[in-house]
C-alpha cells in the first residue's frame, strides 16, 4: 500500500486529511474508468504474478486466454508478471484485445510488455472493482493471497447479487482442493446455501471453460456492442 493509504487506514485522520484522500481515490476512479470504458466485454482472468514463462500454469493461462479471446472478449488482468503477463499474452497471440489495471508498488510490479491499453492505479481497492466492473466472467489461476481476495470479493458480489450471476471458473482442482473441500463445508455447516456452490466452476479442462463460458456469459448476457468514442471527450482509438 501507499503511504497515503496506510495513514488513511490506521484509524481517524483529521478532516482535510480524509477529504483530500477521498479526492484522491475519486481521481483514481476517474483515471480508470477513462482508460478502459472502450475494453470491454472482458473477462479477467487472476493468478500469481510469480510463475515463470517455462511453468505449467503460465502455459494453460496462455492457452485459456487465447481461447477466451477467440470468442470476441477482451482479456483483462492485474497487468503485471506471472499468470497475469501469460493470459496477456495469450491474448495478443490470436490477435485478441488485451487490457491491464496494474498496482504502483514501491519495488513492483510494473506492467507486462502484451497489453494494447493499461492503467496505473495507487489503491488496491480500486484497482480490484476497476477488474470487477469490466468483466462478464471471472477466471482463477493458482495464486496466492492476493489471487482470493479478488476471487472471494467477486463471488461474494454475485452471491449477495450486488453484481449480476457472471461466471466464475477456478483452474487446476488439486491446487485448489483444500478450497473446494472447506467450500463443502460450509454448505455443511449451512454458512452458505446448496445453490451457492453453483456460483463458481472448478475444472482441469479449458474445453470445459470456454463451453460454461458461452453458457453463462456469451448465451446468458450476450456480448455489448462496443460504444463509440466521442471526439468532444478526447477519446481515442487503441
Known amino acids: 500500500m501507499t503511504k497515503q493509504e496506510i495513514k488513511f487506514l490506521d484509524g481517524p485522520q483529521n478532516r482535510w486529511k480524509d477529504f483530500k484522500f477521498a479526492f484522491s481515490v475519486l481521481f483514481e476512479f476517474i483515471k480508470g474508468f477513462r482508460t478502459l470504458h472502450f475494453a470491454g466485454p472482458c473477462v479477467t482472468i487472476f493468478g500469481s504474478a510469480r510463475f515463470k514463462e517455462d511453468h505449467p500454469y503460465y502455459k494453460q493461462a496462455q492457452e485459456v486466454a487465447g481461447r477466451i479471446a477467440k470468442l470476441g472478449f477482451t482479456i483483462m488482468t492485474g497487468g503485471g508478471p ?10 495478443k497471440a490470436v490477435g485478441g484485445r488485451s487490457v491491464g489495471c496494474n498496482i504502483v508498488l514501491p519495488h513492483e510490479q510494473f506492467h507486462n510488455k502484451y497489453l ?13 472493482n476497476l ?8 477466471v ?13 470479493e467477486a463471488l461474494t458480489l454475485i452471491q449477495t447479487k450486488k453484481l449480476s450471476g457472471f461466471p466464475i471458473i477456478i483452474f487446476d482442482k488439486e491446487f485448489h482442493k483444500d478450497i473446494i473441500s472447506h467450500i463443502e463445508l460450509m454448505k455443511q455447516k449451512e454458512t452458505i446455501s446448496p445453490e451457492d456452490l453453483d456460483l463458481c466452476l472448478f475444472t482441469d479442462s479449458v474445453d470445459e471453460a470456454i463451453d460454461h463460458l458461452q453458457e453463462k456469459s456469451i448465451k446468458a448476457f450476450g456480448l455489448m456492442p462496443r460504444e463509440k468514442r466521442k471526439w468532444w471527450f478526447f477519446e481515442r482509438k487503441y
Open 82 to 91: 506471472g499468470i497475469m503477463e501469460a493470459a496477456n499474452r495469450g491474448a
Open 116 to 128: 494494447d491499453k493499461w492503467v496505473d492505479i495507487k489503491y488496491f481497492f480500486v484497482r480490484k
Open 131 to 138: 477488474l470487477i466492473k469490466y468483466s462478464y466472467a471471472f
Open 140 to 152: 482463477v489461476m493458482p495464486g496466492g493471497f492476493g489471487t482470493l481476495d479478488e476471487y472471494f
